[in-house]
Structures are given as C-alpha cells and as structure tokens.
C-alpha cells in the first residue's frame, strides 16, 4: 500500500485491527481521523468545516484495506492535500453544488467495493448522509469504526510520542514567557490574549484554552475583564497544535508572595496528582484510578467535581480515549499517552505521559511544578 511518506501513524495496527473486524475500507470524516492517517492539517476555515458533520465541503478520506488511499475533496481543500498528503489519488467535488457522498458511492462502485464491509464514522455521519449510501448501496454492509479508530489511535509510534514531546516542550517555553509578563492590574482577557499570541508566534498552528483568575468560578465560560489582584491564583488549561499533535499543559500561578494556605493546598494537590500518575502503569483499569483519585480526595477532607482525572491525547483534538473516567473498563496498555489533570478547583496541575513497562514516562518535563509560579512584580 502507498502510504503517505511522512504520517507517523500506527499503520501496523490499523491493519491488524481492519482485519479483526473483517473491514474492507475505511471512510473517514473526521478531523482526527483524517489527519492521523493523510497527515493533512486543515487550518481556520477548512478545519471548521471538517467538525461540521452538515458541511457541504466535507473532505472524506478512503482507506482501502489493500489498494491505495483516496482523498474526495473540494477545490478550496485539494490543494493542502495534494502538498501535505502525499496520497496519489485526489477526487474533486464541487462544493455547495455536489455531495462529497455522491461522489463516495461512484467510487465504492468503480473500486468494486458497492458489496464489501466499509468502516464509517457512525458518530460523524449525518443520518442524512448514512441514509443516502444506505439506498444508493443496499448491498453494502456499513459499520461504525470509530471505536475501531479510538483503538488505532490510542497506541503511539515513536515518532508520534517524539511530537508530543516537542509540542509540550515548546508550549512550556510559552508558558515561561508569558508568566514572565502578567503584572497585577491585567485582565484575564489580556493575559489569554497574550498566551494565543505568544503561542502563534513561536510556530503553533493554533491554540486554544482558558485561563482564570481563582475568584472567576466560571472558568469555561470565556475569558473576562476580570482584573487580576495580588493575591490571585491563575489557573491555564491550554493546548497548543504542532503539526497536528499537541501541546497540553495546566500550569497554576501565583500573584504576589502566597501565604501559606495556598502553599499548603498546592502541595496536597500536587501530591495526589503525582500519586494518580504513578499508577498508570499497564494493565491498570480506568475506573479503578478514577475511584482511586475519588478516595484521596475525599481522605483530605476536598470533594472531586471534574467530570474526569485525564485523557488520552493524538493528533487533531487533544482529548481523545482513552478518556480517564469513572466506571470505564479500558486497560491501559504500552503506548498510550495521557493527559494527567486530577484538580482542586483552580489548583490545576497538568501534564503528558507515556504508559510503558513499568513507572510512566514524564514527557513534558521541561517545567518544574513542584511549587506553582510566583509573580511578584
């Protein structure tokens, strides 16, 4: 098979697991999907219209289990392709006038594939679209991969852990700078507005994230004009997008000298975190070190109220599975890289490691965590 030269993704496994499940080609809309296995990155606008399952310029990859890839894309789209993918075949599709999907079942037919098992993303096809291949090829036997394609995902190659690393390393540099920066007076709004920047300029092609003030208790709810005081403890969760993989740390920082209630929380939360990441080690199951991060919070006298304690990470959107959550039986395996966060509220320490044989593997260990950050200008 002509795979495209530089991906980086587990192909190895891909096709072990196609036929494990008897699929004969993949098509694939998402854009985590389709950027793990063309290593296309669609910036600004075509990136929306991939998270978009109602888009009529939606770019669909098909990924034969024997034969050559395919891209159906439309004109605005095929060029990145054509430079980024290294995949031969590119079908055009008139956009706003022609279905990327119309388009998919001439091909599935030319390819002798009208009758075969196809793998599509249940959870990002439009019933709309689902429907429309239904009538169009009856005699075709549609099945959701997307648990298929978590499971691909989840098990980095060495070239995807090296990414990750790079990205956290050069997020962290942000991270400095920026600290280096906020001054008592500044708004939240200005602050995020400088981590965005700062983030774009040192080679990230996008970045997002929250950044708060401890007395904003809303903190997903955009960044405000809040001013920040002396005293004030900043919480950051962002990601940062480096050829597609990310970046993804939680930092706390602390305006003006802490006082000691502060230092003692910071600690304890600092301690059942590292703890939690101890134990990911192969062959644990998710939603024992969920009950196990529950219990230590509840034995220093803290309620949990994230909804998880972490997540997996890959290529196009950070969180992905295995999504660290109460009552999951996924097992951790060798290879997996997660994103470490069990929190107190605003004491949000965050950072990636790599599940092997034996201790887990810190990857984003170019920022000291065991104190928060003072700024005290």
């Avoid at 990601?239 to 930092?251: I, K, T």
């Avoid at 196990?292 to 959107?317: D, K, Q, T």
Wanted: charged share 25%; net charge negative.
């Amino acid at each position: 098979m002509s795979i495209y030269p530089r991906s980086i993704a587990n192909f190895a496994r891909l096709e072990r697991l196609m036929d494990e499940a008897g699929v004969d080609a993949l098509v694939l809309r998402s854009g985590q999907n389709f950027t793990y296995l063309s290593g296309v990155v669609f910036p600004g606008t075509l990136a929306r219209l991939q998270d978009l399952t109602d888009s009529a310029r939606g770019v669909l990859l098909v990924w034969p289990r024997r034969g050559k890839p395919l891209v159906i894309a439309n004109k605005t789209a095929a060029g990145l392709v054509r430079r980024d993918g290294g995949i031969e075949r590119v079908e055009l599709c008139e956009g706003y006038v022609e279905s990327p999907y119309d388009r998919l079942i001439a091909i599935l037919q030319d390819e002798g594939l009208s009758a075969a098992t196809v793998g599509i993303e249940q959870d990002y096809v439009s019933a709309r679209d689902w429907g429309k291949i239904e009538r169009a090829l009856p005699a075709l036997q549609m099945v959701d991969c997307s648990e298929l394609m978590n499971r691909v995902r989840w098990i980095k190659t060495p070239e995807e852990v090296s990414r990750i690393r790079r990205a956290a390393a050069l997020l962290d540099d942000v991270y400095r700078e920026v600290f280096g920066r906020i001054r008592a007076g500044d708004t939240e709004r200005k602050i995020h507005a400088d981590m965005i920047a700062t983030s774009l300029r040192a080679g990230f092609e996008w970045a997002h994230g929250i950044l708060n003030s401890h007395r904003n208790t809303i903190p997903y709810a955009g960044e405000s004009d809040l001013v920040i005081e002396r005293g004030d403890v900043i919480r950051t969760d962002y990601v940062c997008y480096l050829n597609g993989y990310p970046g993804h740390q939680s930092r706390n920082v602390i305006v003006g000298q802490p006082d000691e209630q502060q230092r003692r929380d910071y600690a304890l939360n600092l301690e059942i975190y590292r703890a939690a990441i101890d134990r990911c080690r192969v062959g644990a199951r998710v939603g024992d070190l969920f009950d196990f991060v529950m219990n230590e919070y509840a034995r220093v006298g803290w309620s949990y109220n994230s909804l998880l304690i972490g997540h997996g990470v890959g290529a196009w959107w950070h969180q992905q599975e295995p999504i660290l959550r109460r009552g999951s039986d996924i097992v951790l395996e060798a290879g997996m890289v997660l994103a470490l966060e069990p929190h107190k509220d605003h004491w949000h320490v965050q950072d990636m490691i790599l599940v092997r044989e034996g201790a887990p593997e810190l990857l984003s260990d170019s920022f000291n965590t065991d104190e928060a950050v003072v700024v005290d200008p």
